[in-house]
């Protein structure tokens, strides 16, 4: 039997590490986001004083924010209360594995959840949805408890496990399969990362280099990373370790370029967490053994690794035309969008039926262990009723995962029963399973877009420019490292420049946020040297540009990272007390404010109060990397204190 106890334990507090990226990065920005004054106040999307059961609130709206009242306390803090105890949980299970329990996990989840059920557009991404999925698995990975026997590994830990890997498939996959099956002609030409350095939301000060890198070489990367994303997660699952192993080596190299190219918060850290599925227990501690015939099985697994990724080398060699030619590797797509298409039509049920192989194998071999490993009859009934429990539940999520999945082709996805679809249908809600697929379009055909926001007391200017904490604005700010930290503010403008101002319903409330003077908001931007920080301005208008990175040839004497030219207006110029302003924020219940609960927990708020101020004055992503070293240091700390006492 594999043994996958040890990595799982390593899978799940580095779960509890995602997890406190995340609650944390939602805590710091809760005042801004979701306070009375905020941006999308939380208040709108529930009526702490409306008179029913609570559990027909929660049937209602399944939010542990119900429970303010019970707290004394109105929604605001209510998410406060909720963050802080996800910060704590996760931390907990991040210091000491006796934390990674199935009872701390669904707290986490639930918490979680009910953050993002009020989230509304600042928690729509796919990241919000993929923590949730990984996280509702990691309720049935995790133990019940932990004790000195749960040190063992036992039968029903490999059926579990499985299901990571089963996400993690689906995820890598579908991001490589939606690049080319959306017909982007970025991608077909393998010129998309000559434009994603410079467009992304927010890019590191690595991808300026990067984007200057020579363009035959880009192409050539843009090659391995559909190679990565769409052959290589069909080897998550193949017999040989050794291949699997290299898999993921080649999943964890993408994720780290990829982080260190842009800020993608805490999404390209959980995908590495997820490939802890890839390994076992035997890639952290070692078998030795002078056996022959173990030597010869180790020399033949070896020989079958090289030999797969020699096959897909000469894959890439053959559907990528490579070529070299004075001293450079050229590379174009030797396939059609049809032939494509074609494949795709078959590769999708047959990776479900190498699904229902694999889990059906890890089923049998656990089944089979449970009868041969384990001693006394009772024993082996508990252990395989255990099994069979768990196996019931992996079964499910893998079946329900199987309709948002074939959404990658419409074909299969008609295929599917109807049967399977209501199920999957009723439970859509809890984001229990997901469809999946990043960068389906690459913007900056034309420059990176900009929305820049701009204030004056006069109509007739002169206008002074807001500047956000990351996202690209003046051209002469540096570039950032902000992961794992997410400034949902700064990636909602990024998508605010993709289309109108009229489609970004939450852009007029931050607009009239701004008007105000809110401090709650402005504590979300860039506050130094800004012109507005006395007094807001009468008027706010917004421009569209497009950026570029400088050239290469002005990196020896670079006072600027961007050049910018002004395209158009975005937003027309508005007052405070503007008419229109007014009716629409009202008909999204912005404004007038209404009535809220009155705190009556004057202790438990004058606590929060005291925190906050406190997280105010430390850089977001300080903040997380801080309390992420405080951590490591405990566990160190533990562990010196423990093999002392073992001495």
Sequence with gaps: MTQVRYTRNLFLRGMCIIYLFAFLSFYIQIAGLYGDNGILPVKTQLDIEYQAPLLHKLKQNPTLLWFAPYFGLNLEYMLDVLSLFGVVLSFAGFVSQRFCTTLVFALLWSLYYSLYLVGQIFMSFQWDALLLEAGFLCIIVAPFWYSQRGKINTPSDAVTFWSIRWLLFRLVFSNGVVKLASGNSLWWKLDALSKHFESQCIPTPIAWYAHHLPTWFLRLTTVFVNVFELVVPFLFFFPNRKVRIVAFYTQIFLQIHIIATGNNNFFNFLVICLCISLLDDQFFYKKKSRNDSYSFSKYLSTIVCILVYTGILYGMYVYYNLRIDNWTIQSNIAFT???????????????????????????????????????????KVVTIFVTGLYTVAVCFIFAISIVPYTTLDESHNSTVPTQLKQIQGKVEHLRLVNNYGLLKHTTGLDGRPEVIIEGSDNIDGPWKEYEFLYKPGNVNNSLPFVAPYQPHLDWQMWYAAWVTYSRNSWLLSFIYRLLNGQPEVLALMNSIGSPFREKPPQYIKASFYYYHYTPWNQSSNKQAWWTRKKVKEYLPILSRDNPRLIKYLSMMKIIPDKSTFKVTNEPLKLLLDSIRSIVYKIEASLLLWGIYTAGCAIILTSYGNSTLKRK
Excluded: C, M
Excluded at 351 to 363: D, E, P
């Design 337 to 379: 969008q049809e032939q494509f298409n074609y494949v795709l039509s078959r590769a999708i049920p047959i990776s479900i039926y190498i699904g229902v192989a694999s889990l059906g194998f890890t089923i049998a071999d656990a089944i089979v262990n449970s009868l041969i490993t384990v001693k006394g009859v009772q024993n």
